[in-house]
């Protein structure tokens, strides 16, 4: 069982930076591929990034490729987001989630999620 709990959201101006947090308890963080997913109103939950178990590979979506960077420190138990030029595109409520392998980019592939953290971008 892994318990998430993302944090770091907000409100930022267009062209800005954000750096989300994904706390999980457990001893078996590091046994699980770690993963973003946002969800914007009236729009289906959408696969952001991934990254392996030790780090060493990671997977972006195509509307995120070059402006964000997914990383986790083992140690800590702990995922990141670091958003770099926020578009207001951008805005939703970002949950990060927990999935036995790597390359797997649909909800019900993933078998633990947080509770979700809203980002809002204004122009």
């Known amino acids: 069982q892994v318990h998430l709990v993302e944090s770091g959201g907000g409100l930022v101006q267009a062209g800005g930076s954000l750096r989300l947090s994904c706390a999980a308890s457990?001893?078996?963080?590091?046994?699980?591929?770690m993963g973003w997913f946002r969800q914007a109103p009236g729009k289906e939950r959408g696969f952001i990034a991934a990254?392996?178990?030790?780090?060493?590979?990671?997977q972006y979506a195509d509307s995120v490729k070059g402006r964000f960077t997914i990383s986790r420190d083992n140690a800590k138990n702990t995922v990141y987001l670091q958003m770099n030029s926020l578009k207001p595109e951008d805005t939703a409520v970002y949950y990060c989630?927990?999935?036995?392998?790597?390359?797997?980019?649909?909800?019900?592939?993933?078998?633990?999620w947080g509770q979700g953290t809203q980002v809002t971008v204004s122009s």
């Open positions: 990254i392996s178990r030790t780090g060493n590979m990671r």
């Open positions: 989630a927990a999935a036995k392998e790597l390359g797997l980019r649909r909800q019900h592939e993933y078998d633990y």
């Open positions: 457990g001893r078996t963080f590091s046994s699980y591929v």
